[in-house]
């Protein structure tokens, strides 16, 4: 579903905004690490819920398509409370659940934006053992197929210290960003997130310092949708 107004985040994609230009720093970094041969994927993650990290991953993504022209591929693979479909006015259902729990294919149920190089995988419908699925060998063959389709993929994936999710995640992607929240983020969550990370610190390329409050509307407020960590069915 959209907002209540009917937008979506492309429409306050604005390129000459100046957090715009922080977004291309980013990406112009994560490229530099991302240069070897074959190494196209990102994790996106958070210490703890509320943090901005799914906004983080759609502006990311917008940004590589708007400013480098990279096909771009955004998964949610945040199965225990989804956020990227709500934010780009996309169904929930039919996404990643569907294809690791059912088999389905997933060019089937690749969903496109309203721009032509910007693709979305939906986190797909609720489901009762998220880390079971992904911790399956299905995961790295998507995103191994993937590959060849696209030049970016942006993985949303859960906070790491509420659920180990992102654990399994980092295991298949070829880099990761810790998103934190500026101000807000005590800087012994933040440690302890690093120490979770910590088995595969190569890949960890950073952190991003975030605060969404000061940059954009209030309905893409991560409170706007009440991100409580439990299982949604909507």
């Not at 479909?85 to 997933?106: M, N, Q, T």
């Not at 983020?185 to 979770?196: E, I």
Request: with cysteine; glycine share 6%.
């Amino acid at each position: 579903m959209a907002n209540k107004n009917g937008l979506n985040i492309i429409d306050y994609y604005d390129a000459e905004a100046p957090e715009a230009s922080e977004f291309r720093r980013l990406l112009h970094n994560i490229n530099g690490n991302l240069s070897e041969s074959g190494k196209k994927s990102i994790l996106v993650t958070s210490s703890t819920i509320s943090e901005g990290k799914s906004i983080i991953s759609s502006f990311l993504a917008l940004t590589a398509v708007r400013h480098k022209n990279k096909k771009t591929l955004l998964m949610d693979f945040d199965l225990r409370r989804p956020t990227i479909h709500r934010l780009f006015g996309l169904p929930r259902e039919k996404g990643l659940a569907e294809i690791l729990e059912e088999g389905l294919s997933v060019g089937n149920l690749i969903k496109q934006t309203a721009l032509d190089k910007l693709d979305i995988l939906t986190a797909g419908k609720a489901v009762p053992n998220p880390s079971d699925l992904i911790s399956g060998p299905a995961v790295h063959r998507i995103i191994e197929e993937m590959k060849f389709y696209y030049e970016l993929i942006v993985v949303d994936s859960s906070p790491v210290i509420p659920v180990s999710d992102p654990m399994l995640l980092i295991e298949e992607v070829d880099a990761a960003l810790l998103v934190v929240k500026a101000g807000v983020t005590p800087k012994g969550v933040v440690s302890r997130a690093c120490g979770l990370l910590t088995p595969n610190k190569k890949k960890l390329l950073g952190i991003v310092v975030n605060n969404l409050e000061s940059t954009l509307p209030y309905y893409y407020n991560y409170n706007y949708y009440g991100y409580h960590y439990k299982p949604s069915k909507h």
